[in-house]
């Protein structure tokens, strides 16, 4: 299993970014993001099931969007009105529909300054 993570980048307070998660080897039921920012401990942002559930952080909800491709075995969050606390490193994470096992992505940085 391998999930390659796109997207990250700076942009200013109020803009938007868009990250894509692209998933090989296996069938996933859930995929989402997850974000560490320093000297703070990962935490969920947004999970999205197979069949379209969807999960947020309170933080996020409103703000961002998380969809997928299951034909691509891709997920994607879209960020619109991002605050400088989104600050972080983005991981995407899957989870294999069989046997539960959870993967993570090499992680993306999403940096919100002026």
């Known amino acids: 299993v391998q999930l390659q993570a796109y997207g990250g980048g700076l942009v200013q307070p109020g803009g938007s970014l868009r990250l894509s998660c692209a998933a090989s080897g296996s069938i996933f039921s859930v995929m989402g993001w997850y974000r560490q920012a320093p000297g703070k401990q990962r935490e969920l942002v947004a999970v999205i099931t197979s069949g379209g559930r969807t999960n947020y952080a309170d933080s996020v909800k409103d703000r961002f969007t998380i969809s997928r491709d299951n034909a691509k075995k891709t997920v994607y969050l879209q960020m619109n009105s991002l605050k400088p606390e989104d600050t972080a490193v983005y991981y995407c994470?899957?989870?294999?529909?069989?046997?539960?096992?959870?993967?993570w992505g090499q992680g993306t940085q999403v940096t919100v300054s002026s």
């Open positions: 994470n899957a989870v294999i529909a069989t046997n539960n096992r959870s993967y």
